[in-house]
């Protein structure tokens, strides 16, 4: 008997839909169930021209794939978002109030990025990737929204959400570096897997 794998991906919260989008559609198109859910295939209409046994089968497997794509998604969101979807009878309405509610381009939504990029700090142990990927991921959220940041105050950004301002004595160091990151992520669309792969802990030896 073959095994049944299961793929499981991190929950949906207020800040991961991007992330969590992508996988989700993934796993959509993956059980055959995307094109229900993008709107793309309809339900059958019912009419009476056309009664046919095969007619009726046809809404019947549009239905069940209407009902398992839906409880995939609802099963990816986490508890806290639930309330979000209350009253979304199929699984493309779901899928629409999803997008309106997380992928909203308002004043709001862009007052809400500048803020977490505004308080964005690095935290001890944490490594200086996944701080910069975290950084950048919401500097690339605000650039679709055409919110240009000015680079010289990104990099002040960046530098203080590193916390070493007051920690350690190598400042110039720390800003070139940090003016490094801006001009790499902007011109060269910035390779975390590649370079600036040092952790929080290396910095205690610039001292």
Known sequence: MASQHTVRIEPLGKDNFDTWRIQMEA????????????????????????????????RTAWERTDRTAKSDIILAISPSELKLIKGCETSHALWQRLQATYQSAGPARKASLLKKLTLHRMTDGEEIRDHLRGFFDTVDKLGEMEVEINPDLLTIMLLYSLR?????????FILNWSISVVKS???????????YSLSFSSFKNLK
């Open 27 to 58: 796993l959509l198109v993956k059980s055959d169930s995307w094109s229900v859910v993008s709107g793309e295939s309809v339900k059958p209409e019912a009419t009476a021209e056309d009664a046919s046994a095969a007619a009726a089968a046809a």
């Open 164 to 172: 070493l301002v007051n920690n350690y004595h190598s400042e110039n």
């Open 185 to 195: 992520n902007q011109v060269f669309n910035f390779n975390l897997d590649l370079t």
